[in-house]
């Protein structure tokens, strides 16, 4: 595979000690080709410095806040924010766990660009995946 081929996630359960290495540590990443997404971004230290030190290609909105987004409008809101913000900055956004359809057509009238989840599929092991291509 190539390096534009493979999607990085950095997770939130950390926070980033050095931030002079992890910007270069990024830049070197974004520099072979590599994508770059942050996951769970809503949780722990997956938060807005984060998207400042990694100019992320790509943004998850955690699960933990998706879920709320039938039943809370304050959470709609956000949500709506997050991925226009996220479009002027050429991010592309991604809204895990989604498990209805109700789900999946209301985050796509709030701009999200991908979803994630069992609605979508059930996990499969990467053998299965390589069939499909």
């Known amino acids: 595979m190539r390096p534009s081929e493979i999607v990085l996630e950095l997770t939130e359960q950390r926070e980033v000690l050095n ?7 990024i830049r070197q990443l974004k520099k072979e080709g590599f994508i770059i997404a942050i996951d769970d971004f809503g949780e722990g230290n997956a938060n807005l410095e984060m998207i400042l ?3 992320p290609n790509i943004i998850k909105i955690s699960g933990k806040i998706i879920q709320h987004v ?5 959470v709609r809101s956000i949500i709506k924010g ?7 900055a050429n991010i592309k956004t991604v809204a895990e766990f989604i498990e209805t ?5 209301i985050l796509r009238d709030l701009g999200v660009d ?6 979508f599929s059930q996990p499969k092991p990467a053998i299965e995946l390589n069939r499909i291509r």
């Open 53 to 55: 030190n990694t100019s």
């Open 114 to 119: 991908y979803g994630q989840g069992w609605f």
């Open 101 to 105: 359809k109700k789900q999946a057509e």
């Open 70 to 74: 039938e039943n809370l409008e304050a």
């Open 82 to 88: 997050i991925a226009k913000q996220n479009r002027a």
């Open 19 to 25: 931030t002079r290495m992890y910007k270069r540590a």
